[in-house]
């Protein structure tokens, strides 16, 4: 018998408070800065999307705010975007799409592993986005990418052999996937700000 949201709302993991402060919130068109810090702030985000200035964090937050998306900012105690959970969704499948990156700055507490759970939580909820299936995947060489996935609830379901080219090199892929039955993961949530 899988746990429940309200399970998981309730769970905690010994190192939350490495991301006391820090809160899920809307993206907002004035995250523009902020979004291009990020971006700026490690090589691995080259992939993530084409924001080399203001004008592209403007067309990224255009995109991310689309309703579609359902994506959140994190949020440093500032208030400051530090980065993003995406999920893009098709409403004919009931599925989502998740993506999900971070200001380099604020890596290695935690903070995505929690805002991914929250996130997907949500979103498999059936008073909340009661989407049916949540999927995502990661380049084998983005181990953090599945630590990630694995605390937010994901199931390795695949892999994708040589499925990206990057820099003259082929790089699998490995899939992931989350359904409502599965069991919830017991990490705690991010709490959210009111827009
Ligand atoms: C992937 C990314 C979002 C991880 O963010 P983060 O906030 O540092 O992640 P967390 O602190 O929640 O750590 C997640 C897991 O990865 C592990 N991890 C973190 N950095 C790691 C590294 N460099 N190598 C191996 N494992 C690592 C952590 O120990 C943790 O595992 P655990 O739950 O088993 O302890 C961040 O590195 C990032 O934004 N990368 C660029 C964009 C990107 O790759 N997005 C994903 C695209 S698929």
Request: overall charge negative; charged content about 25%; hydrophobic content about 40%.
């Amino acid at each position: 018998m899988p746990s429940t949201p309200s399970d998981s709302a309730s769970a905690d993991v010994p190192d939350s408070s490495r991301t006391a402060g820090y809160v899920l919130r809307p993206v907002r068109e004035t995250d523009a800065p902020a979004v291009l810090a990020a971006f700026s702030s490690a090589p691995d985000m080259a992939r993530q999307g084409a924001v080399v200035d203001e004008d592209g964090a403007r067309r990224l937050i255009g995109w991310l705010r689309d309703d579609s998306a359902r994506s959140v900012a994190i949020a440093d105690p500032d208030g400051v975007l530090v980065g993003v959970v995406g999920v893009r969704v098709d409403a004919v499948e009931r599925t989502g799409w998740v993506h999900y990156w971070v200001h380099a700055s604020h890596r290695g507490r935690g903070l995505t592993s929690r805002a991914v759970a929250t996130v997907c939580d949500e979103q498999l909820a059936p008073a909340g986005g009661a989407l049916e299936r949540l999927e995502l995947g990661h380049r084998v060489d983005n181990p953090a990418s599945g630590g990630v996935a694995r605390a937010a609830g994901f199931v390795l379901e695949g892999r994708e052999r040589e499925k990206f080219l990057v820099d003259g090199t082929r790089v699998d892929v490995l899939t992931y996937g989350r359904l409502p039955g599965d069991p919830w993961p017991r990490i705690a949530h991010l709490p959210r700000t009111v827009p």
